[in-house]
C-alpha cells in the first residue's frame, strides 16, 4: 500500500450505532489530519494530530471522537451522529505540522447517517 | 479567521484551450501559503501547485501556473492545453504561514468544477 488509504470507503449507519473511520499513512509523515466535505460547503478540518498529539480540534462536536495511536494511524470513533453529518470524510498527512508541505489525502469515506 | 472564495461554480473549456479558475481570500497575515488542489471523480485529492506569499514570482507547473496577485489578494489558476484528464474539481486552498491557534489545517475555497469538452 502506497499514500494514505482510508477504511471503509463507504458506510451507513443509524443514529444510534456505533462505528469508527480508519486512516492508515505510509509516507513516514508525522502530522494526520481529519477533514469533513459536505455537499456545496468548503472542506472543515476537524482535527490535527502532530507526533500522536492532538494540537487543534476546531468546535468539533462530541460525538466524533478521534484517536491517533501511532503516527501512521488515525481514527475517528462515531457514535449517536445526526443526518446533517453525511458527508464525505477525508484523511491527509504531511511532514509536519509546522511547515505549510503538501497534505496527501486518502480517498475519503463516504458516511451516511440515516 | 481565514476565509476563501472561489466565484465560480462551474467552468467549462474546450480540449487543447486555455482555461481560468479564479479564487480570492481574505487574510490579515503578511506571510502564508496558497494551494490548488484537484479532486478527480474518484475523490483522492492531489496537489496541483503551491505559491508561498513571500515570492513575488508566480508559481508554475508543467501546464498549470498561478497569477498571484498579493495586494489584490486573488489567487487564480491557468490550465494551458487542457486534457480530459483535467476534468475535475480544483480547490483553492490557503494555510497560514505560522503554527498552531488554528492555523495547521488548510482553508479551503467551495471549489470549482471543471469540464473538459472534447
Known amino acids: 500500500e502506497t499514500g494514505v488509504t482510508q477504511t471503509p470507503r463507504h458506510l451507513v449507519m443509524g443514529m444510534t450505532n456505533k462505528k469508527s473511520l480508519k486512516c492508515e499513512q505510509h509516507?513516514?509523515?508525522?502530522?494526520m489530519y481529519w477533514y469533513k466535505q459536505s455537499a456545496k460547503k468548503p472542506l472543515e478540518l476537524m482535527f490535527v494530530y502532530s507526533l500522536e498529539e492532538r494540537v487543534e480540534n476546531n468546535s468539533v462536536p462530541s460525538r466524533f471522537s478521534p484517536e491517533c495511536p501511532n503516527s501512521s494511524h488515525l481514527f475517528l470513533h462515531l457514535h449517536t451522529l445526526q443526518p446533517e453529518d453525511s458527508a464525505l470524510y477525508l484523511c491527509?498527512?504531511?511532514?509536519?505540522?509546522?511547515?505549510?508541505?503538501?497534505?496527501?489525502f486518502g480517498p475519503g469515506t463516504r458516511l451516511t447517517v440515516l | 479567521a481565514q476565509t476563501v472564495t472561489q466565484s465560480q461554480p462551474e467552468m467549462s473549456v474546450q480540449e487543447a484551450e486555455t482555461v481560468t479558475l479564479s479564487c480570492t481570500y481574505d487574510?490579515?497575515?503578511?506571510?502564508?501559503?496558497l494551494f490548488w488542489y484537484k479532486q478527480p471523480p474518484s475523490r483522492q485529492m492531489i496537489l496541483v501547485i503551491r505559491?508561498?506569499?513571500?515570492?513575488?514570482q508566480n508559481a508554475t507547473e508543467n501546464r498549470f501556473s498561478v497569477n498571484f496577485q498579493k495586494a489584490a489578494k486573488s489567487f487564480s489558476l491557468k490550465i494551458s492545453d487542457s486534457q480530459l484528464g483535467d476534468a475535475a474539481m480544483y480547490f483553492c486552498a490557503y494555510r497560514s504561514a505560522f503554527s498552531g491557534g488554528g492555523a495547521d489545517g488548510l482553508t479551503f475555497g467551495k471549489g470549482t468544477h471543471l469540464i473538459i469538452q472534447p
Open positions: 491527509a498527512s504531511s511532514q509536519d505540522r509546522f511547515q505549510a508541505n503538501e497534505q496527501f
Open positions: 505559491q508561498e506569499a513571500y515570492k513575488q
Open positions: 487574510t490579515s497575515e503578511s506571510d502564508y501559503y
Open positions: 509516507l513516514g509523515h508525522n502530522a
